[in-house]
């Protein structure tokens, strides 16, 4: 078996059904492995500006967290994974992370 590691690839966090990572810039990636067919890719920092998401966690209850250093400060987010439609496309909706602190 082989096994390989991509520098780039950062907050890697399991929780059946769902896998999230980022690593893509400002941006999480949502999966739900029900449905192969769709990745949700969610924002959470602007274009241009310094954010680095350094960690992420899926809790029992399905809440996603997420935690970045933008502008020096760190900063908790979090999503309900249950509230995402995935087998429905979400180009038209905006999925907002929730600035805990």
């Known amino acids: 078996m082989m096994s390989y590691k991509f520098g780039s690839i950062s907050a890697f966090?399991?929780?059946?059904?769902?896998?999230?990572?980022s690593g893509l810039g400002p941006y999480m990636l949502i999966s739900n492995v029900y449905n192969k067919y769709h990745l949700h890719r969610i924002q959470i920092g602007e274009e241009g500006k310094s954010c680095k998401i350094f960690n992420s966690f899926i809790s029992d209850t399905k809440d996603l967290f997420v935690m970045t250093l933008?502008?020096?400060?760190?900063m908790m987010y979090t999503l309900d994974l249950d509230n995402?439609?995935?087998?429905?496309?979400?180009s038209e909706n905006h999925i907002e992370f929730e600035l805990l602190f």
């Open 84 to 90: 995402l439609n995935f087998f429905k496309d979400q």
């Open 70 to 74: 933008k502008d020096g400060k760190y």
């Open 13 to 21: 966090s399991t929780c059946w059904p769902y896998i999230s990572f």
